[in-house]
């Protein structure tokens, strides 16, 4: 195994990034296109090379540290500029080159007339080499930097359009919630550094079961699990995902599917280890997972905005992974990352050949019988469908299946997170295919769609047609009481992993099927049957919609308990500090300035004998302070 392949991967993305950054002028699209895309495949390829390669190794030979140098060292704690390469950094990469690549290719054509063309590329390479350095990093400092520069790239990118202002508050929100789990895990590093004297995968891991207190440990998995809720948008940080569709599609794509968002669950695997020694911060992460996961869903449902509709579904996703790894299913939880990044990555991209086709368009009370126009966007958008909601023999099916067995092996706790998941299922099913049935079923829209739909070219088309065929069979590589490719796969790291007993999954499928059933044949009752039913039905529960479309009133408690009192102190400190202390100064040295230049205006009067005076009085002065001087 070449682990300097890992160093190319790494550093491929950023050169294109950096190249494109650097160029005087706005270059050939042909050559943004080179520049931007060419890295991503290139480091796709190297990515499965190694794969290959680290295949042909043994199991206990697949771990490699591959360092540079030694970057700091003071007394005992000693930080290399070192990237760790194992069978979960390899899959993270997998999923990262390969789901992004497909999104880079997509971009040449749907950004095809947008002025900042080469920005946009640009920004997407420097996306992709943070979160890279995130996954490859073999120590904490280089995980938080990569952390910290995933957030940064985000901000560029949700905020694209900056000339929007929601666009530009969106991209503030986001990065300041994300700053709050930077600031967490930052302190968590510190604790490690003063209770275990190193930063090191590998030795923290070794060193904690006998060097971190109970206490100490908890703490630790708690700080990192905010890191981790803010990154992958779970309650209660979770509020600026859905604000983050203000970016261009293929930006909510490789934020939802490749990138950002999987960041706090391959955070959690990859520091299992730590998790193992708290059970109390496990079951917090597993609770969270599983309210996030439930309450997404639910707010999903009245979403009107089709972008949103994936973005509260893309926080319910990731919630089930979530509430896997705190029930310690790691492997289960990073199967449903790879199989969520195929359908989540159709469902955007396939949704945004119908907002292309639209000029735009993004609310479903503007769209409806667009499978008419639009047929292939249908077909993909049918099929991404289908794998979020968990039809037997896709992508989805078999990983949250998987998850909720897990789930019900889990004891007492995991049950009732069962039930919880297994309630969202169905509820998956119902928003996911209600998003299609309005979409792309039923009369046009009153007034038409303002254009023709156009359907979308080849760049667009390709990358579509083959996530589609990873939505449908992707999920096949791991198949209940058959082969275990993910599970053998991460050994290594994580370990052995028990498969789910054959009750569970009996329970799980039967449930499932019934859920999903019901959830779908319940949407196409709604919103196909009779297309003006919805309407006739909008007047029942009405406060429970509004509280939905509100989304729980997260953002409004947090307005009236954050940003309020926050605005208004700096009111009032602008008041005092700016109109009284800050004024007073400027006023202060003004005054001070002005009768200085009056008492030395006063001395230039012309008058020689003056200037003799001044001159001669210096003189006399001056001999005073050296025989004074002299003399002690």
């Known amino acids: 195994m070449e682990p300097a392949l890992a160093w190319i991967v790494l550093g491929l993305p950023l050169l294109g990034a950096a190249t494109l950054a650097a160029w005087p002028s706005e270059p050939p699209r042909s050559m943004t296109r080179v520049l931007g895309v060419g890295p991503m495949v290139v480091s796709f390829l190297l990515t499965a090379w190694l794969y290959v390669q680290m295949l042909g190794e043994n199991s206990d030979d697949r771990l490699v540290v591959s360092r540079v140098w030694e970057w700091i060292e003071i007394g005992d704690l000693s930080i290399d500029v070192a990237l760790q390469v194992d069978p979960l950094s390899v899959m993270m990469m997998l999923v990262v080159t390969g789901v992004g690549s497909l999104i880079f290719i997509y971009s040449t054509e749907y950004m095809e007339h947008d002025r900042d063309y080469r920005r946009f590329f640009a920004e997407m390479g420097f996306f992709v080499f ?125 934020i939802h ?147 909720l067995a897990s789930a019900w092996d889990a004891g007492d706790l995991g049950r009732v997170l069962w039930l919880v998941g297994a309630l969202a299922a169905g509820i998956t099913a119902f928003y996911m295919f209600r998003l299609l049935f309005r979409t792309f079923s ?53 370990g052995r992993e028990s498969i789910p007993g054959q009750q569970a999954e009996l329970v799980t499928l039967a449930t499932s099927i019934a859920v999903v059933a019901i959830g779908a044949a319940a949407a196409w009752w709604i919103f196909a049957v009779d297309p003006a039913r919805p309407k006739r039905l909008a007047g029942r529960l009405v406060a429970t919609r509004r509280l939905l479309e509100d989304q729980f009133r997260f953002d409004h408690v947090y307005d009236r308990a954050v940003v309020g009192p926050t605005r208004d102190l700096a009111e009032y400190l602008y008041r005092r500090m700016e109109s009284g202390f800050v004024d007073g100064l400027v006023r202060g040295a003004i005054s001070l300035a002005r009768g200085s230049a009056m008492g030395l205006r006063a001395a230039q009067n012309g008058l020689v004998r003056t200037y003799v005076f001044v001159m001669i009085s210096g003189v006399v002065g001056l001999g005073a302070l050296l025989a004074w001087v002299v003399t002690r």
Not at 443 to 463: I, T
Not at 473 to 480: L, S, T
Request: aromatic content about 10%; charged content about 10%.
């Open 130 to 254: 943070s979160m890279l350095l995130l996954v490859l990093a073999a120590n904490f400092l280089f995980l938080i930097v990569g952390w910290a520069l995933v957030g940064l790239a985000s901000y560029l990118l949700i905020g694209f359009y900056y000339e929007k202002p929601p666009a530009v508050a969106a991209a503030k929100k986001a990065f300041i919630i994300n700053v709050i789990g930077d600031l967490a895990m930052v302190i968590a590093a510190f604790i490690l550094v003063v209770e275990l004297g190193t930063l090191n995968y590998l030795l923290v891991f070794e060193a904690a079961p006998d060097g971190l207190g109970r206490g100490a440990v908890e703490a630790v998995t708690i700080l990192l699990f905010v890191g981790a809720a803010a990154k992958s948008a779970q309650v209660p940080l979770h509020t600026w995902l859905p604000d983050a569709m203000e970016g261009p599609t293929p930006v909510s794509a490789l």
């Open 257 to 403: 599917a490749a990138t950002m968002v999987t960041a706090g669950v391959y955070l959690i695997v990859r520091t299992h280890e730590l998790y193992e020694l708290a059970p109390y911060a496990s079951d917090l992460v597993a609770i969270t997972g599983a309210v996030t996961l439930f309450l997404a869903a639910t707010i999903a449902t009245v979403q009107v905005d089709v972008k949103r509709v994936l973005a509260w579904s893309t926080i319910s996703q990731i919630g089930y992974m979530i509430m896997a790894a705190g029930l310690g299913a790691y492997g289960a939880a990073m199967y449903h990352l790879m199989t969520h990044a195929f359908f989540k990555a159709l469902l955007f991209l396939s949704i945004g050949m119908v907002i292309h086709g639209l000029a735009g368009a993004q609310s479903l009370d503007r769209m409806g019988g667009l499978g008419r126009h639009l047929k292939f966007a249908y077909v993909a958008t049918a099929i991404g469908v289908l794998a979020i909601s968990g039809v037997p023999g896709t992508a989805g099916f078999f990983s949250k299946d998987e998850i």
């Open 442 to 494: 039923g009369p046009e829209p009153e007034g038409g769609y303002g254009v023709h739909p156009q359907p979308s070219r080849w760049p667009m088309a390709a990358p579509v047609a083959v996530l589609a065929v990873l939505s449908l069979w992707g999920g096949w590589i791991q198949v209940p009481r058959g082969w275990t490719w993910i599970i053998d796969w991460l050994e290594p790291v994580i």
